[in-house]
């Protein structure tokens, strides 16, 4: 049993994941009940460091999230924080040897949000890495519980996963990362005149990661598959919402999955994952 203030640090970071996403908040219920709290420690702690660079405009953002990486890595070293946030991460982080490269490839992709603007192709592949398919493994930990010849069976598609998933973000967000932020992140594309060739170049190259991720979910274990086949699910049904409009379309609107959508779609993967009946 955990102690109160660990329990109340773990209870933060369920309320950030629920507030800031309905679509991970429904992804999270879908797991196994072990996996929960391990899980929204992981989102809170990727969350506010990218509400850092994301949102605190008027607030000096490189001290803030120098701040933040060094009160993370004191607290995994000492094994507690103040910080309910890092609190309840350092606990995963120890429990589950989360490798500390993960951590620092994830914050390093933070660093790069406070001055990157435009990224070339090994820039890309570098904050993709960081950004998204570290936090797949963190993941991937918690679900292999120290299974490392599982890990390493499964690195791959999760790697896979989690780059299809930002991929889609960046086409979903691409008006409020130029407009907001003044970012473009896929390389050599210009926003202004973001054509329909380049926009089916990266649409091609997200459909094969989504294939070669689907692979690594069926193997997943069963108390973790539901969960995320559900997030495949969802961003699928999202990315073909973005795949049947024109570049000038996603350049002036967000393209989003209804709430209403998305508790039907919880349902259907809910039945398929009980019939061992997953499909693309």
Do not use: W
């Amino acid at each position: 049993m955990k102690d109160l203030y660990t329990q109340t640090a773990f209870d933060c970071s369920k309320l950030i994941t629920k507030t800031y996403s309905t679509s991970f908040s429904l992804g999270i219920r879908t797991l196994n009940k072990k996996y929960h709290e391990s899980i929204y420690a992981i989102y809170g702690f990727v969350r506010y460091a990218d509400e850092i660079v994301d949102t605190f405009h008027d607030h000096n953002k490189e001290e803030l999230l120098a701040r933040f990486k060094s009160d993370t890595y004191k607290s995994i070293e000492e094994k507690i924080s103040l910080n309910p946030v890092l609190h309840s991460f350092q606990e995963v982080v120890n429990q589950y040897q989360i490798d500390l490269d993960l951590i620092e490839a994830f914050l390093i992709s933070m660093e790069m949000d406070l001055s990157k603007k435009d990224y070339e192709d090994p820039e890309y592949e570098k904050y993709i890495y960081g950004s998204a398919e570290v936090i797949g493994l963190m993941c991937l930990k918690v679900f292999l519980d120290g299974d490392e010849k599982k890990y390493q069976e499964l690195l791959k598609p999760a790697k896979h996963l989690g780059s299809a998933f930002q991929k889609v973000n960046f086409l979903r967000d691409i008006k409020s990362d130029y407009d907001e932020r003044g970012r473009v992140y896929f390389p050599g594309v210009n926003f202004k005149n973001f054509s329909r060739e380049e926009k089916n170049q990266i649409e091609s190259d997200i459909k094969e990661e989504f294939k070669q991720a689907l692979i690594g979910i069926k193997l997943l274990p069963s108390g973790a598959r539901a969960g995320v086949y559900l997030a495949y699910i969802y961003y699928s049904v999202l990315f073909k919402k973005i795949t049947k409009l024109s570049p000038e379309k996603i350049k002036t609107e967000r393209i989003r999955v209804p709430n209403g959508k998305k508790f039907l779609l919880l349902i259907k993967c809910y039945f398929l994952h009980k019939l061992n009946f997953i499909v693309a």
